[in-house]
């Protein structure tokens, strides 16, 4: 399995040229990395269409979701322990939700991307 690194800065420029548009391909890749970086069932497309028929409700959730799922990646991957669940709940309720994505764009690329990588997307034992 290889992660990809995305800038953060081209996705938030994009994302507003575009109106929101590019936001939601990006949160599409964003979700799907956090999904093959735990070995899950990869329901991004779906996580999309629920936020979007939802009016952005559903994002709520999966920003808190996505909090979740990037500290078991830390844990599965014996990184160090990192939940930043609460701060993505709170950004994304006062509808900041670009902020949560680039913040987690920016902790997939700086702590994600290349132990996966280099670990073609086998768990490592726990750091001692």
């Excluded at 800065?9 to 970086?37: D, M, N, P, Q, R």
């Excluded at 028929?53 to 979740?68: D, E, L, R, S």
Aim: overall charge neutral.
């Amino acid at each position: 399995m290889i992660i990809a690194r995305r800038d953060v800065g081209t996705a938030v420029v994009l994302s507003i040229i575009t109106c929101g548009i590019y936001y939601l391909y990006w949160e599409y890749k964003l979700w799907s990395t956090l999904y093959k970086a735990n070995d899950m069932t990869d329901t991004a497309g779906t996580d999309i269409i629920l936020s979007i028929i939802t009016c952005g409700i559903y994002m709520i959730y999966m920003h808190y979701k996505a909090g979740k799922m990037e500290a078991s990646a830390h844990a599965r991957y014996g990184l160090p322990p990192k939940d930043d669940t609460t701060l993505y709940l709170v950004l994304t309720i006062l509808s900041l939700a670009i902020i949560t994505t680039a913040i987690l764009q920016s902790n997939i690329n700086n702590n994600l991307v290349d132990v996966v990588n280099n670990s073609n997307g086998k768990p490592q034992p726990p750091l001692q």
